[in-house]
């Protein structure tokens, strides 16, 4: 069945630090990819999505690009905040119901001053 | 535009009991899906509810079940409460079913005593 893949938390990382979050998926067809991010004590939001193979995702300054060869979707960052600690989960939906999403784990992430 | 709201944000019960759990989708929007997150399990999808009709289930037992409303909102409830229930129940809100972006309520945190 289809499945996430994410690197195990936490990560702790200076301000003004480079992130890499790594996802890999397994999945049968084309599914849609997302990063979603949970703060404290709050729901889920959509950080970013890529629909189909070389797309990509971007908002707020982190990036992930849609790589069917390598099946990944690694979250970027150039210059972290302390602002972006969080729960961040990568995720995938399935091309034949597109509301049923599939999660990783999540990585836990915490940005020092 | 108002988000997904979901209450009550925060419930205590007792083995045993039901509880039932009500999520109001943004406007506009007919598809709504239940989730629950836990620390060991993670996210897991519960079921999905579209035009009053549950059009996919994961795989929880039978004491789950929900419901759709004519005006989309959706309750969910959970029978025979278990220890194991207490969890971060969450609720998502598509344009349609097929739709590629979900949009997450809060959450109601339910805690089992």
């Known amino acids: 069945g289809n499945s996430v893949t994410q690197m195990e938390g936490p990560v702790t990382l200076s301000e003004e630090a480079f992130l890499t979050i790594n996802c890999t998926y397994t999945a049968t067809g084309y599914p849609s990819l997302f990063w979603y991010v949970q703060y404290p004590g709050e729901g889920l939001q959509l950080l970013l999505k890529a629909t189909k193979a070389d797309d990509k995702g971007s908002n707020k300054g982190f990036e992930a690009t849609y790589r069917k060869e390598t099946t990944s979707f690694h979250l970027e960052k150039g210059s972290v905040q302390v602002s972006d600690s969080a729960v961040y989960f990568c995720a995938l939906s399935d091309q034949s119901s597109a509301s049923k999403i599939i999660f990783g784990s999540g990585t836990r992430l915490s940005i020092r001053p | 535009k108002a988000g997904v709201t979901q209450t009550p944000r925060y419930l205590i019960k007792t083995r045993g009991q039901q509880v039932t759990l009500s999520c109001s989708p943004i406007s506009g929007h007919r598809s709504v899906s239940w989730y629950q997150q836990t620390p060991g399990q993670g996210l897991q999808f519960l079921f999905e509810y579209f035009s009053e009709t549950q059009r996919n289930k994961g795989n929880f037992p039978g004491r789950f079940s929900g419901r759709q409303f004519s005006n989309s909102r959706s309750e969910m409830n959970v029978s025979t409460l278990e220890l194991g229930d207490s969890a971060l129940y969450l609720c998502?809100?598509?344009?349609?079913?097929?739709?590629?972006?979900?949009?997450f309520g809060q959450g109601t945190r339910l805690t089992v005593v």
């Open positions: 998502a809100s598509s344009l349609s079913l097929g739709s590629t972006e979900a949009f």
